[in-house]
């Protein structure tokens, strides 16, 4: 293995993508392994005993230790960089906004474009289909406070790009790939997407 911080992903995932952004901010290369989780190659018994025992990716890879679950991955990268502040409330209000993401964002938003466009509404479990009017209501509710804050201010924490505006970015601009959310509706967060698109050192999710 290189030098490089492996990042073992499936290179559609919202939560593999902030990886990918936060490292091209930085001018950090990854090596790149990639699994297809719809074939189960994050649940094999290598994968498994080697990678991350809870059977979930992205798992940053830094040497011979394994790093599971997005923003911790995004934290350890960005760590004294210009993307955590200095302030000791901001880099908290980041955290904050980084936890939020996790149980108020990326269950909705995400798994709403991950049953459309990935298993397929007319493949959902009576269980799923049942879930899917709260998850939207949900999904609304998170991007509409979104919306509300940046209109006050151009990103999530500490009057800069941050860590929390790349978790939260990865997901929230492939919104409408679910089919229930319109980012026409949410004026402040189109801004801030294009904010962060206009970024030395961006990259797209497809790229």
Known sequence: MSGQPVLHEYAPSGNCYKIRLTAALLGI??????????????????????VNANGRIPVLQIGD?????????????????????GDRFARADMLRWMFWEQYNHEPN???????????GEANLTD?????????????????????????????????ALSLADIALYAYTHVAEEGGFFALADYPAVQRWVARIEAEPGYVAMGA
């Open 127 to 159: 269980a799923q289909r049942a879930l899917l009017p709260g998850k939207i209501e949900a999904g609304k509710a998170a991007l509409a406070l979104m919306d509300e804050h940046l209109a006050k201010n151009d990103w999530l924490a500490g009057g």
């Open 65 to 85: 230790q394994f790093l599971p679950e997005s923003n911790a991955a995004c934290f350890w990268l960005g760590d004294g960089s210009r993307l955590v502040p």
């Open 109 to 119: 938003v995400a798994t709403l474009r991950f049953w459309t466009g990935w298993i």
């Open 29 to 50: 290369a990854l090596e790149r392994r990639e699994y297809d989780i719809m074939k189960g190659e994050t649940r094999t018994p290598a994968f498994l005993a080697t």
